[in-house]
């Protein structure tokens, strides 16, 4: 992931190409081969680098696959909106697992919040307890 500036209300940044590739399977009518995302990239990056990319995203839950013959097939793993909040938990939660001191790690992230997130994470919280007491 590349820094770019600012910390503070920054989304995890989706690299060119995977925007693209996203773009691409999000904008098509039906499943789509590595072969169909390139050629709607106009061949350029190589069939490797898409398919490569195309894996890395469903890796991320991005995209899922299915095989078909001897192909796989990507669509979307939910709305766009949706990807792009799983990928942003995902990021949070492996740099929350690669620190040697989580609880560290959670008092600063928590003595950076604004008020307004502040309350917002309260709430959630709350919220995620209501719902484990009910369950």
Sequence with gaps: MRNTGSVRG???E??????AVLS???????PQTVSQVQ???????AYT???S??????????????LDGRAYRYELA???ASIEQALSARSMRRLMGDGADRAAVLARFVAELDDDEERM?????????HQQDRG
């Design 10 to 12: 920054r989304r995890p």
């Design 14 to 19: 989706l690299g060119h190409l995977e925007s």
């Design 24 to 30: 691409v399977v999000a904008a098509a009518s039906e």
């Design 39 to 45: 050629a709607r990239l106009d061949g350029d990056p």
């Design 49 to 51: 680098t898409v398919m």
């Design 53 to 66: 990319t195309l894996a890395r995203l469903a890796e991320k839950g991005a995209l899922r696959r299915t």
């Design 78 to 80: 939910a709305p766009t």
């Design 121 to 129: 994470l309260s709430d959630l919280l709350d919220r995620q307890r």
